[in-house]
């Protein structure tokens, strides 16, 4: 063939092309026959959704949307099925859900003997020296009690004696605190004349010998000397390490239907690792991360650290992280009055006041929200009102959407201030019935009955609520957050204060479009409405209108982020 046939048919073939009807404008990917919960008011049920590139292009009839089918649109028939924007976990920690999946899982054991034995049976493939590290234990879930204990927590002889040559560390299921045996707290360099650091508990007996569990922040006596041993691996080990649990963390979420997910504290070195991984294109969800630092550090490099809807709305950053107090399960909730169950025992305020007023301080000049955990009544009164003082000192911030991570306990005076202050409550439905055990034996049961997880009276006071797992705290199962929050319902199917739950759409909203609020995204995500990114779940089941006892049966069927499949149930 000569070089002017050759020129010729490239003439043709540019010309055939040119021709060729442009099919820019039809949708790449058409939803038909949904059942589609839009969380919009204007338009709150629709049957089809058509979604271009990354953005929801149209909603409405299936003929409507049918319309626009070009040749390169994709067609799912849903044939039914519910669809709601993604979930939208608002408080859960990222890589430690994704590291709790390597961990030997502890939750499920019914007593401390049991617990013995599986970790007896980790040491056993283990080699000498290696860490058994374990999740999930909870004293106030074992049947029977532990016969010789102290507050109810076992003593480590019979762990130490079952394993000598492996230190052990099981962290507590609220994170809040540990339980070593003699060889881990050997290693700690533990003895009776060790002092309880700041903020923190060793559990000793009556002649002053750790008895194994250490709270809040004398955890990081045991867990330092662990995370030492892990700083001693080479760099390509320590990455490959991080990039699995952020895999496994990626896979919990999206077989859950969470598209978007709220990490409730990464350090800055954490966050730059974070940042690669989008850069890689390899975190399929988005993520708002809260920095969890000092406040030297945070003087130092938060500038450098916000981070707006980076890697194509895949990572955001801005949002401090701290803690006022502990938790219930392990009576470091700080509370105004003692605990039922620990006579002279109110809690603990685990960073001082004067330290968060200077973290609000940061926050609020550096353009950041403020995400406080706070648990007990004594423990969210205080930090409103390092709040209420912070908002008044700058009048001319606006819109600022601080959190109270979990606001748990609430005396009833501080419950109108959090839509006074626009304070946003940002709680976890599960954690309620997984304390129900236990609640009432802290608190008893009018202080419970008055202000433990009062959605409803936080709700029609006019109060934000956004909801999550706390996972690895509980695990991220998104329809189970959903049936606490929606039937506060035990396993014994007694109720946990009904009075207390959301309605189907309060429970939906607060797992959706306030998760997006309070994290400043609600321009963009939490709701179906064209122009929104194109994050949806779809579900077996109408979690708004089936039968309570019917709900646990939804199969997430399918997760969409940014209009790309990511998730499709086999
Ligand atoms: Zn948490």
Partial sequence: MNKHIFSFLGIILIILTACEPK??????????????????????????????????????????????????????????????????????????????????????????????????????????????????????????IPAKNIDGYPIHTVLSTAIPFNPVLLYHASGHALFANLNAMDLAKIDTSTENPTGGRIIRDSLKNAIGVFEEEAMSLISNVYNNTLAHRSPKEIKAYKEKIVNLAVEECLKNGITSFEDAGSTFEEIDFLKEIVDSGKLPIRLNVMIYEDNEALKEKISNYKIINYGNNHLTVRAIKTYIDGALGSRGAWMFEDYDDLPNHKGLNVTSLNTITETANIAIENGFQLCTH??????????????????????????????????????????????KLGVIAAMQGVHATSDATFVIKRLGHERAKRGAYVWRKLIDSGAIICNGTDA?????????????????????????????????????????????????????LGSLKIGKLADLTILSNDITTIADENLRNTQVEMTIVGGKVVFTKQ
């Fill in 374 to 419: 706070a648990i007990g009544d004594r423990g969210n009164n205080e930090i409103l009102n390092i709040y209420e003082k912070a908002f008044e000192q700058n009048p001319d911030k606006k819109d600022l959407r601080w959190r109270v991570e979990h606001a748990q306990h609430l005396d009833r005076t501080d419950i109108p201030r959090f839509v």
């Fill in 23 to 144: 099919d820019d404008k039809s949708p790449d990917l058409v939803l038909i026959n949904g059942n589609i919960a839009t969380l919009d008011e204007n338009i709150p049920k629709v049957e089809a959704i058509a979604i271009k590139a990354d953005t929801i292009q149209d909603l409405g009839t299936n003929k409507s949307i049918k319309d626009l089918i070009g040749k390169n649109t994709k067609v799912i028939d849903l044939k039914g099925k519910f669809v709601m924007p993604g979930f939208f976990e608002s408080h859960a920690h990222f890589l430690s859900l994704g590291e709790s999946k390597l961990e030997l899982d502890l939750s499920k054991a019914t007593n401390w003997d049991e617990i013995i034995v599986l970790v007896a049976q980790a040491a056993e493939k283990a080699h000498v020296g290696e860490w058994i590290v374990a999740r999930g234990w909870h004293q106030e879930k074992w049947h029977p």
């Fill in 472 to 524: 690895p705290v509980e695990r991220v199962n998104t329809i189970e957050n959903y049936f606490s929050s929606v039937t506060r319902q035990l396993s014994d199917s007694s109720a946990f204060f009904p009075e207390e739950k959301m309605t189907r759409i309060e429970a939906l909203n607060s797992y959706t479009i306030n998760g997006a609020y309070a994290s400043f995204q609600d321009d963009k």
